[in-house]
């Protein structure tokens, strides 16, 4: 004969008493969600609506003087497909991202390893010191780094001295290096955070089994090789792709630095948008808005694979 508890099980019971609580704690909380409302608010209004709108923005043609724009459809995503500028852009942002990620990740990690050490001096020091310019805001780095990139500026000049250079050159207002300096600048505002990080990876490994690398008679690189590095690579895989998703967000930096060129040589994605919409002769909304539609897919999948990498890295670290 079938019980009650049986049929339902504690768990059922537990499920069916939350939800029944749920109620009765909103009339109790309810000035919590009062509080909540403003936030909610902004943020439905700056971020969700614009987001929404965007994606119907892109099917029309219209270029912001009027109320309304023209429905034509996928229009504006053959043009884009047809643009060389928009591919330049987007070839621009994958390069920054190739280049940029990469040396951010493995420059961090070489500090946080020489940092992580007992015997290195100053370490509280140099930590602080690599982790200000994360907290300047970008559109300031990149228009002091306009005046040191200069060709007057400090590093040109330095270069000069040193016989790395014959001639004075301004790194930033060339199409040659234009996107590699916006490239060193990012890495080097950023490069603050990636460091953290690591350091918080490596206080993941337990000091017993450095001491036993010791014993065996590893030595630097052995030990970093054969015992750090693997236990690390769950750590890799999601600080990679935290970088990675902030590659494609460097529009402060890239527009104050070197707004996108000299003739396109460094325009990201984002800059591509923002001049399709606001700064051509005749703005165009709706064609920027189909840029910024495939551009949101591409950070979308990128999401995603970041998604799958946080489960894959945890499954790694809980089952080690």
Do not use: C
């Amino acid at each position: 004969m079938t019980t009650t508890q049986e049929r339902n099980p504690p768990a059922t019971v537990a499920a069916r008493r939350r939800r029944w609580e749920w109620p009765q704690r909103l009339r109790k909380d309810w000035w919590i969600y009062v509080f909540l409302l403003p936030t909610i608010i902004g943020y439905g209004t700056y971020t969700i609506y614009p987001l929404l709108a965007s994606w119907w923005f892109a099917f029309l043609d219209w270029p912001g003087f009027a109320t309304s724009g023209t429905f034509i459809g996928i229009e504006n995503f053959e043009r884009l497909l047809e643009d060389d500028l928009f591919w330049n852009a987007f070839w621009n942002s994958i390069v920054f991202l190739v280049v940029a990620v990469p040396l951010r990740v493995g420059l961090a990690l070489a500090l946080a390893i020489l940092l992580n050490r007992k015997k290195t001096p100053f370490k509280g020091f140099f930590r602080t010191l690599f982790f200000l310019p994360v907290v300047t805001t970008g559109a300031i780095v990149g228009v002091v780094f306009t005046l040191l990139l200069d060709a007057g500026g400090p590093v040109s000049l330095s270069m000069v001295a040193s016989g790395l250079l014959d001639s004075p050159a301004n790194f930033a207002a060339d199409a040659g290096t234009s996107l590699y300096a916006g490239i060193a600048v990012w890495v080097w505002k950023w490069l603050g955070i990636t460091l953290i990080y690591w350091l918080a990876a490596l206080q993941t490994i337990p000091q017993g089994v450095h001491e036993a690398a010791m014993i065996d008679g590893a030595g630097a690189w052995a030990e970093f090789r054969r015992v750090t590095m693997p236990l690390l690579v769950p750590f890799l895989v999601i600080i990679t792709l935290i970088d990675t998703v902030a590659a494609l967000n460097v529009f402060d930096l890239m527009q104050t630095l070197t707004g996108g060129g000299p003739s396109f040589s460094s325009e990201v994605i984002e800059i591509y948008i923002f001049r399709t919409a606001f700064q051509a002769t005749v703005p165009q909304l709706g064609y920027a808005s189909a840029a910024a539609v495939l551009f949101g897919l591409l950070t979308m999948a990128l999401a995603v694979a970041q998604a799958l990498g946080f489960r894959w890295a945890r499954s790694r670290i809980g089952s080690a």
